[in-house]
């Protein structure tokens, strides 16, 4: 059985051209062949994503480090028989994490 490769993170930093951010996200997942679900907004990125390989994730978190300049960033990594995920999307959203 396949393991897949999973992670999640969250960063608040003040993001602007959010639109642009989510085009370059797609765009780098695509190409590292991730999956999962990003959220972004005016306070930061909120992820859990997954890939087949391992090479393929760590990739996509260093890729996160340098772009938002979280070189501290820290991911909490899991596996899984299967990919969760049968895509990639970039929400939008007021709030990266519900406090209320």
Wanted: proline fraction near 3%; hydrophobic fraction near 45%.
């Amino acid at each position: 059985m396949q393991k897949h490769f999973v992670t999640t993170f969250y960063k608040f930093a003040h993001l602007t051209n959010i639109e642009e951010v989510q085009q370059i996200l797609e765009s780098k997942a695509l190409e590292l062949g991730i999956r999962g679900l990003v959220i972004l907004g005016a306070e930061g990125i909120n992820s859990t994503v997954a890939a087949a390989s391992e090479e393929a994730l760590d990739l996509f978190k260093n890729w996160v480090r340098d772009y938002f300049q979280a070189p501290d960033l820290l991911f909490k990594n899991s596996t899984a028989p299967s990919i969760p995920f049968r895509r990639f999307k970039v929400k939008i959203r007021d709030e990266i994490v519900t406090l209320g």
